[in-house]
Structure formats: C-alpha cells, structure tokens
C-alpha cells in the first residue's frame, strides 16, 4: 500500500489536482450501497481524491475516484473493479510508458522506461472498443489506448504525444515495451487516434547523407538519392553554437532530424537519421510539408 500510495501522490503533485465532494449516492463508507475496501479508505484519508460513483466501461462495473486538475480542467481518475456486488481492494494497474519530450528543445534524447502500475486514467473515453486515456500538458497533449482483455487488465496498445512542431509521436507496445515508433500528423481537427495519418517522405535533393544519431558529429557516408522514400519513427531537434567558446551566451541555432525507415530495394530495412533540409514529407490532409522551416540552415 506504501507504494501505491506514494505513487498516485507523485501523479497529483506533477498535475496539480485538487479534491471535491463526493457524489451524492456515495460517502466514506460506502458507494451505490457496496462498502468501500479498506485501502480505497486510506487513499481518500489522503485528502487528494473523491469518490465519483460508480460507472459502466465496456460493460464492466468500476469505482472512480477522481480528482480535476486545476489549470486545464480535465479529470483523472483510478479505477476500481467492482465484481459480485463488491469493491475489489487494489486499483486496476496497467503498463505506464514514459518518455517525455520535454527536453526536445533543447536537443536532449530523454530517458525512456516503463513499469507496471496503478493506472491514472484522464478525461476516459471509448474508441473502437478500447480505452482512451488523454492528458494535456504545458505546450503539449498525450493519449494512451487500452485494451481491457477477459482478465480485467488494461493492455497499453499505443501513445501518441504532441509536444510542439505539427508533428504526433507515436508508439506500439507489446508486453509494456515499445514495438515500433512512427510519426503522424499533428492537424488539430485529428479528434482520435484512428483518424491520425503517418507521415511519409522523399528525398527532394540530389544526396541526403545518413546519420547514425540526430548529431551533426554522427553523420556517415551512406546516403538516399532524389526520390527515395521512406517511413518516420521520430525526430530530433539539435542546438549548436555558431562561435566558440561554445557557452550560455553563444548564439546559438537548430538542426532539425528525422528517424526513418528506408526500405532497400532487396527488402532489407534500413533505420537511420536525417537531416530536414534535404526532404518533403506528405501526409493525410497535410499535404506536402515543407521542412526546411524546422531549422536555422
């Protein structure tokens, strides 16, 4: 319990999220008429959480306890399976994968990593059969997709996040380990994830060199020629000083990199770096995107 209780803590801390009242057919004892468990008791005791009811999600019963947050308005919630007429006394847990953009500005590759925990589930929603989970944050948004199977685990299927520049980072999972990476189309009228479209792009000049990282220091001598295509698994902003001594008052501009997947001609699949400068990508109901506007040359 120590564990699950200094979790969701840290959850709210980095959110921001105030309590309420509880609903009107609920208080500390019990909710609809079902008693409430011991732990879910000592979570309210926290002072962080209110009980919302008791509510229907594909067919499943569960109690929410939910808490807003206080700048953007949107709800979270930890849910609770309610079975037999009976509250179950541990929260569904689920694979929560993190890997925060944040730092993308600064040309930093943030750590990633994944565990298996209590779920906080924000502003839920159903979308072909799975559960939508969508948090917003400052200059940036994320959804991630669960499948509920028969056992009652939420099974994270995908992530997309957009943190800036248009562009939608999503992720596959299998088991709670990113399978494979793409990146979609950013276009604000996208409601959901099944309407998102992945980008694709295609050499436009006469050599685009490689890049074994999104670091100009990185770059090798393998290179795609005028009209190649490829797929995008992700992107990479890249800060420089353009004198020397390179510090904080340095003028400073940006590359910007996109990870792709060229497929040769034998089938083989080649996954590099490249630079913007020398590609166009297309996409939905973008069209032909112009990349040059993401970097300073």
């Known amino acids: 319990m120590k564990v699950i209780k200094f979790y969701l803590l840290a959850l709210l801390f980095l959110a921001g999220f105030v ?27 926290e002072g962080y959480w209110e009980v919302d009811g008791i509510e229907n999600l594909l067919n499943k019963k569960y109690l929410f306890l939910s808490a807003e947050n206080v700048n953007d308005a949107y709800k979270c919630s930890i849910l ?17 994968f993190f890997n925060y953009k944040s ?18 589930l924000c502003d839920i929603s159903v979308v072909n059969g799975n559960v939508v ?46 399978d ?18 992945p980008l694709t792009g295609k050499v436009k000049t006469q050599k685009a ?10 770059k090798t001598k393998a290179y795609l020629i005028k009209g190649d295509t490829f797929t995008l698994r992700d992107y990479s902003l890249e800060w420089y000083c353009t004198n020397l001594p390179c510090d904080y008052n340095s003028k400073k501009k940006s590359r910007f990199y996109f990870q792709i997947d060229y497929q040769k001609p034998s089938g083989e699949h080649l996954i590099a770096w490249i630079r913007s400068e020398g590609i166009r990508l297309y996409g939905g109901d973008l069209g032909e995107i112009d990349t040059e506007r993401y970097s300073d040359n």
């Not at 990146?183 to 998102?196: K, N, T």
Request: proline share 4%; hydrophobic share 30%.
């Open 19 to 45: 309590s309420a009242s509880y609903a009107d057919t609920c208080n500390y004892s019990e909710c609809e008429g079902i008693a409430l468990p011991d732990n879910v008791k000592k979570i309210l005791d």
């Open 80 to 96: 609770f399976r309610v079975n037999n007429n009976k509250i179950e006394s541990q929260p569904v847990s689920g694979w929560h």
């Open 103 to 120: 730092d993308v500005n600064s040309g930093i590759e943030p750590p990633t990593f994944a565990k298996y925990d209590p779920l906080m």
């Open 133 to 178: 989970s969508s948090s917003r944050y400052q200059g940036g948004w994320e959804e991630k997709v669960y499948h509920i199977d028969q056992e009652n685990n939420f099974i994270l299927l995908l992530s997309d996040a957009c943190f800036g520049f248009g562009f939608v980072q999503r992720m596959y999972f299998n088991n709670g380990k990113v």
């Open 180 to 197: 494979r990476k793409l990146v979609y189309d950013g276009e604000a009228f996208h409601f959901d994830y099944l309407s998102r479209q």
């Open 209 to 218: 060199f490689l890049y074994k990282k999104p670091d100009e220091k990185q």
